[in-house]
């Protein structure tokens, strides 16, 4: 059982706040009394050995999993970025992508700038099914910029990039904050998130 508190408590004002948080996967408990806020043009930074709960954190966030204890409030549209890219593999990327942005109410275009902000503007007509590792990731990550979501949740968005698309994922991040969006990211690979607050969570529990 892992237990890590941010000394930032819950604000009325945030886009997502944990208020005393706990999380159990598979019987055992991941993390507990976890409280934080994340507000506009904020970062969280999820650190810690893989077990820790990191991805369940991005999925409570997500609403994906309810919490065992403790509240949630979100104030936010949320998209959530993970290793499942939810893409049909049959179509094309432009259309693939195309789907959800039409699902989330994106305006016109969406898709077309998201490609370009991650440099794979190239991608947009080929199958999903073809896409490399890399290539796939930058598709997943263009459906979360696409969406319009005011709060991005990524989990490991670094993994599988090339270190030309690293700073690309960067600045994107950067230009969300700076317009007044928010994110949380669990990550292994460093990336620049400038004011982010930390979230630790503990040693990796037996599955």
Known sequence: ???????????????????AVACVRGGNVLFEDLSFAV????ALLVSGPNGAGKSSLLRLAAGLLDPVAGRISRSATTALTDERAALDPEQSVARALGWWARLDGAPDGAVDAALATLGCTHLAPVPVR??????RKRAALARTIASGA????????????????????EA????????GGAVMVATHIALALPDAQRVALGAAVPA
Do not use: K, V, Y
């Open 130 to 135: 073809l896409l490399s590792t890399g290539q």
């Open 39 to 42: 507000c506009e043009g904020g």
């Open 172 to 179: 994107a991040i950067a230009r969300h904050r700076a317009a």
């Open 150 to 169: 005011a709060l991005w949740l990524l989990d490991e968005p670094a993994n599988g990039l090339d270190a030309d698309a690293i700073p690309l994922l």
């Open 1 to 19: 059982m892992t237990t890590r508190q941010s000394p930032n408590a819950p604000r009325h004002d945030a886009m997502i706040a944990f208020d």
